[in-house]
């Protein structure tokens, strides 16, 4: 009577360490096919956007790669530093540029909490936030940052992916506005006609990531990570990726973070994360935004209500041309 259930204690074994030997051989196949389409994924950020691959509208590629040192992968247009030369050939009219602006990065922060990246404000954005919540109207370009965590992700999933939005209350690149309409606050069209700013307008955005984005090092030429670029307007915001700074970990600081340009941030000036609105959309601010703008910018950018020939409306909470009717260039 032993003996038969010896067999069948011994047959059970067998067939559950044949079990074993297919699910390990099963695990094994999925996690190489999976390794497989990840290093596919990171070939595929490798390659570079020339004007021919992404090119819309324009016939010529303004942007300014043929003089750029040969490891720079991120290339401004030739008549502006902040503007992508492969869709613009021209900047925006002072009174034109703020609602392109607005719309670059609503889109962007609804993009990236619609996929789960993790980003902030940074910089001359900060700044804006700081005083108002709203863009500064001489600002031509924003600036954001994202963790590794985060760069890692974009890179392996989202690389030169295309985001379209219907978008209301802009008008055309095209159009161009007089003084007196400038100052009435209509936008005219190249004949003169009046833009209907009612109307949806459809827009795409690039979400491209710098193919160096994994050197940790400070990169003269590479320290933007990515770029959330307006496909008809050549606006972008600039994003770049806070680190865990491994030289200052390796002498005993700990909690040191940094950037590849050179900007250097103890953890808890970052984290954790305070949310808040820009733009009429919501966003995430660094914990010690106060002091971290005193830091960049001086005391001064706290208090002066004065600068690029604006002046601070306190009732309205707005930035104003210094006179009416006098629009900075």
């Given at each position: 009577m032993r003996r038969p259930r010896l067999m069948m204690l011994l047959v059970q074994i067998f067939t559950f360490v044949a079990f074993l030997s297919c699910f390990q051989f099963a695990w094994t196949s999925a996690f190489s096919k999976e390794q497989k389409n990840f290093n596919d994924v990171r070939r595929l950020q490798?390659?570079?956007?020339?004007?021919?691959?992404?090119?819309?509208?324009?016939?010529?590629?303004?942007?300014?790669?043929?003089?750029?040192?040969?490891?720079?992968?991120?290339h401004e247009s030739r008549f502006h530093p902040h503007y992508d030369g492969r869709f613009a050939d021209h900047p925006l009219l002072y009174d034109h540029r703020p609602p392109h602006l607005t719309a670059l990065v609503q889109t962007y922060l609804s993009t990236m909490s619609s996929i789960g990246a993790e980003t902030w404000l940074m910089h001359g954005s900060l700044l804006g936030w700081w005083w108002n919540q709203r863009i500064m109207p001489w600002d031509t370009d924003l600036d954001l940052m994202i963790s590794e965590r985060t760069i890692h992700y974009l890179a392996a999933y989202y690389n030169m992916s295309i985001h379209h939005f219907?978008?209301?209350?802009?008008?055309?690149?095209?159009?161009?506005?007089?003084?007196?309409?400038?100052?009435?606050?209509?936008?005219l069209g190249p004949g003169n006609e009046k833009i209907d700013l009612t109307l949806a307008v459809p827009r795409?955005?690039?979400?491209e990531i710098n193919p160096h984005y994994s050197n940790d090092s400070s990169d003269t030429y590479n320290h933007i990570d990515a770029r959330w670029v307006d496909m008809t307007t050549g606006l972008f915001i600039d994003i770049t990726t806070l680190r865990h700074n491994l030289?200052?970990?390796?002498?005993g600081m700990k909690n040191r973070m940094k950037c590849k340009d050179g900007h250097k941030y103890w953890y808890d000036?970052?984290?954790?994360?305070?949310?808040?609105?820009?733009?009429?959309?919501?966003v995430k601010v660094p914990h010690a935004y106060s002091s971290l703008l005193v830091e960049e910018y001086g005391p001064g950018a706290l208090t002066d209500t004065s600068?690029?020939?604006h002046v601070f409306n306190q009732e309205k909470m707005i930035w104003e041309p210094f006179k009416a009717g006098k629009r900075p260039k």
């Open positions: 490798k390659r570079h956007a020339n004007f021919n691959e992404v090119r819309t509208r324009l016939k010529t590629d303004r942007s300014g790669a043929e003089g750029d040192n040969p490891q720079k992968y991120f219907d978008i209301y209350g802009i008008p055309q690149p095209q159009a161009k506005t007089n003084a007196k309409a400038a100052m009435d606050g209509v936008h795409d955005y690039l979400l030289t200052a970990e390796a002498l000036e970052i984290y954790p994360l305070r949310d808040s609105q820009f733009e009429g959309t919501s600068y690029e020939n």
